[in-house]
């Protein structure tokens, strides 16, 4: 099954990608056509869990597992998703009373990093870059 996905934020896109439907329709072809707003860019996304990997591998070569009591207490090394889960989704969840970080926009997204590198940091004594081409893609 191949797949298509097409970002619409003017006139101009939006007129295209009727007309590439249209073209589907009279070629015979059929599709289920799902429609989401668009809440952060696949680069914030790739920017996000880049930055998730950097603080994983800063934790853990400090020697911060996840079952150190300065964090939480699991027996595991740290990754990009164990940040996600375990650290970011409870941040903005008491930041912005939201379970998912597709619900973001990007300034919040920005706050909620920044409150966990600095909330970790603090504890810790951990820090990773959080660079200029970090903040610009959030």
Same mark, same amino acid.
């Given at each position: ?5 097409w ?79 375990f %650290?970011?989704?409870?941040?903005? $969840? ?5 379970? *998912?970080? /597709?619900?973001? =926009?990007?300034?919040? %997204?920005?706050?909620?990093?920044? $409150? ?5 940091? *603090?504890? /810790?004594?951990? =820090? ?11």
């Amino acid at each position: 099954m191949s797949g298509h996905t097409w970002v619409v934020k003017n006139k101009d896109q939006a007129e295209a990608f009727g007309k590439w439907i249209a073209e589907q329709e009279r070629s015979g072809k059929e599709y289920t056509y799902t429609i989401k707003e668009m809440t952060r860019s696949e680069l914030q996304n790739a920017a996000l869990h880049a930055m998730f990997r950097r603080l994983a591998q800063g934790l853990n070569d400090a020697g911060y597992d996840m079952r150190s009591e300065d964090i939480i207490k699991k027996d595991l090394p740290w990754t990009d998703h164990s940040i996600k889960e375990f %650290l970011f989704k409870p941040m903005i $969840a008491q930041l912005h009373n939201v379970k *998912s970080t /597709t619900k973001l =926009t990007s300034d919040q %997204l920005g706050e909620a990093v920044e $409150a966990l590198f600095r909330a970790i940091a *603090s504890r /810790t004594g951990v =820090t990773v870059p959080f660079t200029i081409k970090d903040r610009e893609s959030l």
